[in-house]
Structure formats: structure tokens, C-alpha cells
């Protein structure tokens, strides 16, 4: 045999053997496959499966069948999950860069938040997760979050003042509503049941979750307050993430940058229509809060921002 072809067999056999090894991706997220937050792992599943000829297999667990957003950023800190669709909120506790992006209307347009997010300080933000054993991918869309309860009307700030608000399980958001009047109660998503009992008054969430969890069921009042633009995070587990070849590493940033984007898109196109929806179910909806009572009583928040999340924070602000 040539010297040559022999060279070629052995090189293609080693990648081969290289490239056939296969990987199994175990995604978790909170909520059902109704949501965005699934049509985007779906589509982030379809783009690396075809993309790695079947070597990478993603098997989404959803409805949060491997547990709350938070278990599921410690599992993927111990390599036991290896990505994640997870909102941010809940990521303050161990990556507070994301502080700064979660302020209370910091973005008041999605060309905003996607200037922001896409560009220098969202990646800037993103590779922060590696000194926290995770992965930043790519941000996506939760949406803008509105204030919903079943004990009054909200216009002004003066209206929240002693209700039992749920919020997520984030630093950011606790502080929040104590600056808002409220009393807030974290607890891991779905709270379908605690509103239902009266457990708690109100909670807050895009229109989408509002709609798709039939909170207007358990809600009467609805104030679109668009308080915090609430980002996604697909989040990779570091210690998975570190055994694959640089290709693969390569693909999981683009399939999750794609299916953020798609995400994104079908998201945005859908808000009038849970609007309407809403409506239609018979919640009272104040479409025009006083929202610059809200924003005084958060301003005072910022000067409790501290290291990396005050960096970041200033730095948004100074490119509006
Ligand atoms: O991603 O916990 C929450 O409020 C989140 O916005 C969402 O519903 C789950």
C-alpha cells in the first residue's frame, strides 16, 4: 500500500471515530410545549440534530419534569443537565451581571433590547456564565412583564401597595416590588394554584404566559405596567460543554442564536392577539398606567447596584 493512501485511511478513520462519538443534550425547561420558551428549544433540537448528522441528540424535558428554573441551573453547573432554556430573573443569584438588563424599564422598545442584547454588552453579559460553571448562548424573549391580581384595579404605584405579589426566585425582582410597595413572595413557576387559593394576590408576566397558563381565570385585573423586559437565557452546562469538539461547541452557539431569533419573531407577532384574548375572557385591563409612578420608586434601586451588574448597568445607560 502507498504511503500515502495509508496516511489518508488512519486520518479518516480517527475522525470518524472522532466525529461519530455522540452526545446527548438533556434541555430542561418550566414550562409546556404551548410556550415559546419550548418552540425554541424545539427549534434549537431540529438545527443540531440535523446539523450533527445525529450525533448530538436533544431530549427536551419540559413542564418542569427535572424541576424549577432553579434546580435546573444547579444541575447544569454539576454537568447532570447540559443546556437549558431559563429566564433570567432566576440567574441574578449566580451570575449578577444579568442585574443590569433586568432593571425596571431599562428597555421601552424590543429595537432597544435587541440593540442591547445582540450587541457588545449582551455578549459582554453572556460570558460572564463561564465563571459560574454555565454556558451563555444567546438571549431570547420571555417578553415585556405586566402586573396582574384579583384584589383591584392598578393604575398607580399607591394601588400595589400591601398586595401579595408573587415573583421569581431573583434578588432583583424581590427588591423590586418591596420598592414598589408590594409584598413580594418568590416561588418557582407554575403558581396557577397559589393564585387560585388566594395563597397569593397577584403576580406579574408577559401576556403570553398570562394567557397560556389561564391566569384570567384566577385574575381579574391586569395593569400593563411592561415593568421589566423579562430575556431568556439558553444556558449550556460548562462541564458538558467543555468535552466537545470545537465544532460541535461552535454549533450549539449558532442553533441557539437561530432559534432565539425565530423565537423572537413568532413571540412579537402573537402580542395583540393574547391582548384581544385576554380581553375577550373579561379581565379588566388598564392599557395606560401610571407608569412613572412605578419609576420613581424603582430609581433609588440603582445606586444599590454593585461590581459587575453596576458596570453593566451604567454602560446601558449611557448608549440610550
Ligand atoms: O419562564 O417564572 C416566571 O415568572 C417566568 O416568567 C416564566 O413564567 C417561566
Do not use: C
Request: proline residues 4%; positive net charge.
Amino acid at each position: 500500500m502507498k504511503k500515502g493512501l495509508l496516511f489518508f485511511l488512519v486520518f479518516f478513520f480517527i475522525s470518524s471515530v472522532a466525529f461519530s462519538k455522540t452526545y446527548t443534550i438533556n434541555l430542561g425547561i418550566v414550562t409546556t410545549p404551548k410556550t415559546f420558551h419550548y418552540k425554541a428549544a424545539l427549534k434549537f433540537k431540529e438545527i443540531v440534530e440535523k446539523e450533527s448528522n445525529g450525533n448530538i441528540k436533544v431530549v427536551i424535558h419540559h413542564s418542569g419534569s427535572v424541576g424549577n428554573e432553579t434546580s435546573i441551573l444547579q444541575q447544569l453547573q454539576m454537568g447532570a443537565l447540559q443546556a437549558g432554556v431559563i429566564t433570567a430573573g432566576p440567574i441574578d443569584k449566580i451570575v449578577p451581571a444579568i442585574k443590569a438588563i433586568e432593571f425596571p424599564f431599562i428597555f421601552d422598545s424590543y429595537k432597544k433590547a435587541d440593540a442591547i442584547l445582540d450587541g457588545k454588552i449582551g455578549r459582554a453579559i453572556l460570558d460572564e456564565f463561564p465563571k459560574a460553571n454555565l454556558i451563555g448562548f444567546h438571549f431570547l424573549e420571555n417578553g415585556f412583564r405586566n402586573l396582574t391580581n384579583s384584589v383591584r384595579s392598578v393604575h398607580t404605584v399607591k394601588d400595589v401597595k400591601g398586595l401579595k405579589i408573587r415573583v421569581m426566585n431573583s434578588q432583583l425582582h424581590i427588591a423590586i416590588w418591596k420598592a414598589l410597595g408590594a409584598n413580594p413572595t418568590p416561588m418557582p413557576w407554575p403558581i396557577y394554584t397559589q393564585l387560585a387559593q388566594h395563597v397569593i394576590d397577584g403576580q406579574e408576566n408577559p401576556l403570553a404566559v398570562i394567557y397560556q397558563y389561564k391566569l384570567y381565570e384566577v385574575q381579574k385585573y391586569l395593569s400593563l405596567t411592561r415593568h421589566v423586559y423579562s430575556a431568556l437565557v439558553f444556558v449550556g452546562s460548562k462541564k458538558f460543554y467543555d468535552t466537545l469538539p470545537e465544532t460541535y461547541q461552535k454549533l450549539l452557539f449558532r442553533a441557539a442564536k437561530e432559534a432565539s431569533i425565530y423565537e423572537r419573531g413568532l413571540n412579537r407577532k402573537q402580542v395583540a392577539f393574547f391582548l384581544s384574548e385576554l380581553k375577550k375572557k373579561g379581565m379588566v385591563i388598564d392599557e395606560a398606567p401610571d407608569v412613572a409612578s412605578f419609576k420613581a420608586k424603582v430609581e433609588p434601586l440603582k445606586s444599590r447596584f454593585k461590581g459587575v451588574a453596576r458596570k453593566y448597568l451604567d454602560e446601558i445607560l449611557k448608549q440610550k
